[in-house]
């Protein structure tokens, strides 16, 4: 992100202090705490297999964009090595529908067995 990338060279500049260091990075980790832990639901048209389709889209914080089929028989994930929509096994249904549940708050708040991508390494 930007604000990872501006603390990085903050950080290597031998004339920063800690305290300015510090005064930089609480904000920064209080942000991307609280942006993390977000949960967003809406509607959008997507493609899926060249076939425009309305879908119901969950956004969770920085760690997940899923989308299901508003019949719930197609759940996929957004890939951002390949810049597209990767549909998913049958495995990941019911925690994306339950994930639509608690960010609704007609369900609370549990584990939900979603599609998460490895951290890269900086």
Do not use: C
Request: net charge negative.
């Amino acid at each position: 992100s930007v604000r990872i990338d501006f603390l990085n060279v903050t950080f290597s500049r031998a004339v920063v202090s800690v305290d300015e260091m510090f005064s930089q990075f609480l904000p920064a980790y209080l942000f991307e705490n609280a942006y993390g832990s977000t949960l967003d639901v809406y509607t959008e048209v997507i493609a899926i297999d060249g076939v425009d389709r309305q879908v119901e889209m969950l956004k969770w914080g920085r760690v997940a964009l899923v989308f299901q089929t508003l019949d719930g028989e197609t759940t996929g994930v957004w890939d951002k090595n390949i810049n597209d929509w990767e549909i998913l096994d049958d495995e990941y249904r019911l925690g994306v529908r339950n994930g639509f549940r608690i960010a609704k708050k007609t369900q609370t708040a549990d584990f939900v067995h979603l599609p998460i991508p490895a951290a890269e390494v900086r």
